[in-house]
């Protein structure tokens, strides 16, 4: 019997995967061939899914973009022997978008068939939890501190030290908190774990309850993610019934039960004490801090938040140590980063690449320059609260800090591909709109702040007043820099500010000329 | 009566939820009938299948919508009476989240994602097309019921860009042309 592997990938079936399974599976019968199809995850080459793949003896070769109407000729070739054909690609893990990776967190993804427990433990699936549930719960910080995990859900905050602060306080209950709100354009990674490889966010937030003596967990997901969402609830139960989650893991005594919750379209959910509310059943309003949510967090008990890369990094932390991820990375960026090259681009997809990759090696090595053919001219890095870039900054490398000295942020690792027609104060505009319609209204200077940005970026646009109105616009990002609660009010000026300094012309524009350009268009 | 359902309130142990018990200055509810409608029916049988648990709030607001199309006004007290909660903290959740529709929706509901990894690939051109194809603006239903039109903000599927989602279902790389042949396709599944 032949193995046949396609995606079951949101990304995948949003360009035809299912439709591409039915064929193989007619055909097939047709032919008389018994074969076996696997809904894999993403192997993260999102240009050329569907890419399907064939199990032979020198290993997996891969077809793709494959469409319905491509399966006959794909059999005609002889793909289920790996013979040549024109969407073909030889051996996927020779390919080299997906050889020059360092996958670590993604290790598995695409390779295992994602709700199959026996796949998860032969590709060294639970390891990790097995040796932390011999180990005591300092002894599990220590190891992740020692591997100098920062937090992937943007702020960058050392994971070890979150985790010290629940572990070394007294409370009967403590949760652990997952926050797969993954609200940044430009960013997939979460999902792709998630519906490639549930079981090891389930493990890793399972390391986290034995850690801290948690009993239970919440997977917080956006609603815009229904299929990550039917993949965690499934995989979760399988867990359950195989008593890696439930009151006595794996005879250990230890008890984690783990629920899913689901969003309802609010990105500033993502921020952690908003999320915790929404948790509860409220309005996502930000809460104020201190308290901390280590010490009082959901239903106010002490509670780890972390991003699903966070606590999907930790499975390999336990089971290598350490010492093993520390090594990958430069200077506090330690390990490795999902990177999503996204937007105006010819290749692209999920680069897992240890810190140090620059934004240039990742779209133009990677990502191979725009989809459209014309010339990069900008890249928003870290979301929409993220910086625009122009190419003279592509050298900078990825490290939280090298980053922050050229004003930008890494935040979650998305990277969203401008060609030369993007108009940058459109951009800023867009970022100051986009504040508008998600502050959760608490402070003032967000939720008004915002809307007068647009305003103001409107008149800079129309040429009206318009050396007055970019004062006015910076002094505006200024206020909301400083009088913002959290960083939606607070980065909003991020990408504001970074277009107009960085791509200071299209905020000068004379307004005679743009409209014989639009004219010309 | 303190809860229509018989669940006690206080059941989800939690006790921060616990405290709020006293704060439920909508007496007047009370005094309304329990349920009438089957929009109200559905609500009160959402809640219980919750454990009229208030922390279950937005789950309990996604299932009904998912059964009624929407969140109809007439189901907000109920629900509130069931969790034990203020009709006012139903209401804020109800009206925070985008989620949340209080009118009832066309047959469709197409988001078209108008985040920035979509702009850079004509989302904005899309978002036209898909106004003047249907005869209406983003949020607004077409004049035959059939769809209705909203922007989201990123569907996860940035690197195939321009992405929408219709129910469950996603789709990538969605220009004019394509966004005609999944509508037309939408069309043929309901004549069928
Ligand atoms: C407006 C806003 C949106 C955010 N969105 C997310 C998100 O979608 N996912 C995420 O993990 N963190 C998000 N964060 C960061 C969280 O507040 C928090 O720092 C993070 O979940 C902590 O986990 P980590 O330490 O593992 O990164 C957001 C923050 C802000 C201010
Ligand atoms: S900055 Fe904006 S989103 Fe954050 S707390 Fe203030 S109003 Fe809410
Ligand atoms: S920005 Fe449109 S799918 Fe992410």
Redesign the interface.
Known sequence: MITVYVPRD??A???GADDVAAAIASQAKAAKKDIRIVRNGSRGM??L?PLVEVDTPNGRVAYGPVAAGDVADLFSAGFLDGKAHKLGHGLTEKIPYFAKQERLTFARCGITDPLSIEDYRTHGGFDGLTKALSMKGSEIVEEVTTSGLRGRGGAGFPTGIKWKTVHDIKGEQKYIACNAD???????AD?MLMEGDPFCLIEGMTIAAVAVGATKGYIYIR?????AVKVMREAIEIARQTHWLGDDIQGSGKAFELYV???????ICGEETSMLE????????VRFKPPIPAIEGL???PTIINNVMSLAAVPIILAKGGAFYRDYGVGRSRGTLAF??????KQ??LVEKAFGVTTRELIEDWGGGT?TGRPVRAV?IGG?LGAYLPPAKFDVPMDYEEFAKADAMVGHG?L????DT?DMAK?AR?AME?CA??SCGKCTPCRIGSMRGVEVIDKIIANDNRDMNLTLLEDLCVTMTDGSLCAMGGLTPMPVMSAVRNFPEDFHKQTANKFIADAAE | MRNISGVDGDSQG????GKKTPRRPLDIIDQQPAASSPAEIAALATCARHGN???????I??ELQEHVGYVPEATLPVIAKALNISRA?VH??VT?????RREPAGRHVI?ICR???????GTEHLCQHAEQTLGTKLGGTSADGAYTIEA??????????P?I?IG??????VDPIRFDSIVAGLNKEAAE
């Open positions: 949101a990304a079936l949003s360009v999102l240009f899914e993954e609200g940044d354009s430009g960013t997939f999902r609603s815009e993610y229904p299929h919750r689901m969003g309802a379209g609010a990105y929404s948790i509860e059943g409220k309005r996502g309003i239903f106010g008990k999503q090259i996204a937007g105006n681009i692209g997809g989809a928003q929409p998305g969203v591909v401008f060609d993007v951009q867009f986009f319609i998600e | 939690s006790g921060i939820m648990k208030p922390d279950e709030l937005l789950e607001l996604h903290e804020g959740v925070f989240y985008h989620d949340f988001k985040a920035e990894a979509c702009q850079s690939m989201v903000y990123c569907l996860g599927n940035c690197a195939l860009s992405a989602l469950d279902r996603l789709f990538g790389k």
